[in-house]
């Protein structure tokens, strides 16, 4: 089909109508032909005029079964109505546009294409779309890979949890029996033990229910996790108050030693103090991007309030110092108001929080 050179002022991409087809000028389909990607061109309708050389060597079809719409006859029936849509949306709108969608190859074997469209506007007209696709098969399976991983990571999770549960659950049952079977001078750390596995249970319970496991929104965690330690025992008589500036992101080891060394503040709070008296304690935050995140913990207890167990070992600065050394934390500080607990968490491991 022949073609006229273009006049005075006409774009080498200009299009023009020749028996109702849009012709495209020779230099554009050179340029095209030896570009090493897949390229495209539309006219202001949506329908191709013109396929490059790399495109038909990938599908393995000819150029007049590629124009138009007969490209979409490769199209994996899966992404038809959805690339439809987009490119839809698009063209009404001429606004560019990236699809993503399986194209099937001149062996049978569907690929994964992202398609980048851009459109053409000369003097204000729009004179249709131009495009190219890259294959990102190997991408689209390393991501599947990644997903299906992800998927098994949190079945063995949870499957994890659900034992770790149901054995604590076990190890609370056997406290309590042998609690009542001991003498009364005994009884008082059989209760207080049992108190502790409990806490330990909530721990691991809130840590499973982060939305995003491998890096722990720490504010959010530690919210949650009091609301839960102040119902577990004395139910209203214990408040736990987190504040601070920042939320920090930790990775699950840090997460789970940050929830015993609370758990076990909130439970000497309980231990110091009668079940008549309330007791609170404050969190402060302070999560500075580049820096090691603190924690600091105040409990408020009462000097004259009366124990509510006798005879309970006091373990508490022994137990938060091993939790802190096993997530490398470090701890300096007793909780009290003169000397608050202060907790400097290790920075995220690369790759582990962002």
Known sequence: MGQNPPSAGQSELQVTEDVGAAVLSDSFRRFADVVPLMLWRSDPNGEAVHHNECWLAFTGRTLE?????GWREGLHPEDFERHARIVATALTA???FSVEFRLRRHDGVYRWLLDTARPL???GRFLGYLGSCFDITDRKHAEEHIERALAEKEALLAEVYHRVRNNL???VSLIGLYGRAAPDACRGSFEALGQRVRAIALVQQHLHEAPHIASIDLRDYLRRLASGLGQLRRAGRIGVQVDGNGNG???????NALGMIVAEIVAECLDATAE???CSIAIAIEAVPGMPT?????SNVSDVAEPARQNVPK???RLIAAYASQAEIAVSGDASAANPLLLQLPMPRVGEAG
Do not use: H, K, N
Request: a negative charge.
């Open 65 to 69: 079964e590629e124009l138009s719409l």
């Open 249 to 255: 992101l930790v990775e699950p080891r840090t997460a």
């Open 315 to 317: 373990l508490g600065p």
């Open 121 to 123: 506007i000369e003097d």
């Open 294 to 298: 603190t924690v600091t913990i105040v």
């Open 169 to 171: 659950q076990v190890m």
């Open 94 to 96: 001429r606004e560019p």
């Open 276 to 278: 008549t008296v309330a």
